[in-house]
């Protein structure tokens, strides 16, 4: 005979999600996702197994979001593929390896007691307050005093980044960390670079809604298309009176080509035309050697075409 535990019975079994998923995850997930990982959680908690199109019928989600959900906890490391399906990763061991690993196994604790940390530990503790309600993780702790080493941010600076982060809605490891690569690789340290930065970014999207308006396009430029609007204002130091000569010259072809509109601003540039005074003065000249060079070959035309006419009264005679 065999006997069911009934401490597996589903009245009187729990299922754990562990604090670090409140903090590290679930704030950035999308609703639909957390319902998918809540009941894999529970699926996985009593070794059960489902198809993704029951998994859409259970939840009431569409089969697309279903699988984006899983894609999403794939991609954040909680869900893991393996040959005979998924397995679910332990999120407290995953947090436990951030906090060992090389480099990045530094407490809180160690890091509020480094000397040089007086000022890091206040502005940790304004972001923790700030934007995880008190309950930031700990490796966000290594990951931040890392950064302070790594780029030497000031403290305006990290608190801007998460900042950033926090407004965009992606106060996420992996995209907080790449807005601090790219702010590292462009050298911000202090406020003022932040500050210029930012200004930089706002004038090109200016300058990208400007250029879309002037060419009377009905979409939003494309990433390539804005690589090269930023190129022309940060490489060639030019506004939106040369980029609009450049415009104007292209509107004559029959498609709007921005790597036609970038051959001419390129070609401006290496000949140093720095002001609209400069180019306009440039085009005056090759249009005037244009015309001049028409004149001379409807010359050479006239020519021809009159030493033929007196070969053939000769013969005529």
Do not use: C
Not at 20 to 43: C, G, N, Q, R, W
Not at 114 to 129: F, G, T, Y
């Amino acid at each position: 005979m065999k006997l069911n535990s009934s401490s597996k019975s589903f009245l009187f079994s729990s299922t754990e999600i562990p604090d670090i998923f409140f903090t590290d995850y679930l704030p950035m997930a999308k609703s639909e996702f957390v319902k998918v990982y809540f009941y894999v959680l529970f699926l996985a908690n009593h070794n059960s197994e489902i198809k993704i199109n029951d998994l859409s019928k259970t939840l009431d989600l569409d089969f697309p979001t279903v699988q984006e959900a899983i894609k999403y906890w794939e991609n954040q490391g909680v869900l893991v593929k393996n040959p005979n399906g998924y397995s679910l990763a332990n999120l407290q061991e995953i947090e436990l390896n951030k906090l060992y690993s090389p480099k990045v196994s530094l407490s809180p604790e160690t890091i509020e007691k480094n000397a040089e940390s007086k000022h890091r530990a206040k502005v940790i503790d304004i972001i923790n307050a700030q934007f995880f309600s008190g309950t930031m993780s700990p490796s966000w702790y290594a990951d931040i005093d890392l950064w302070f080493q790594k780029y030497g941010f000031d403290d305006q600076v990290m608190l801007g980044l998460f900042h950033y982060a926090f407004d965009k809605k992606a106060l996420t490891h992996p995209y907080v960390r790449s807005v601090a690569d790219g702010w590292g690789k462009e050298n911000i340290k202090t406020f003022s670079d932040l500050e210029a930065h930012f200004n930089r970014r706002e004038k090109i999207k200016n300058l990208n809604k400007e250029i879309a308006q002037k060419l009377n396009l009905s979409r939003n430029l494309t990433q390539y298309d804005e690589e090269y609007v930023q190129k022309w204002y940060e490489n060639y130091k030019y506004d939106m009176k040369i980029i609009e000569i450049a415009l104007k010259k292209a509107s004559n072809k029959s498609n709007i080509n921005f790597k036609y509109i970038d051959t001419l601003l390129s070609d401006w540039h290496e000949k140093e035309l720095n002001t609209v005074e400069d180019v306009n003065q440039y085009l005056t000249a090759t249009k005037t050697k244009e015309k001049k060079v028409k004149q001379v070959k409807k010359l050479e035309l006239e020519y021809t075409q009159s030493t033929f006419d007196n070969w053939e009264a000769l013969y005529d005679n």
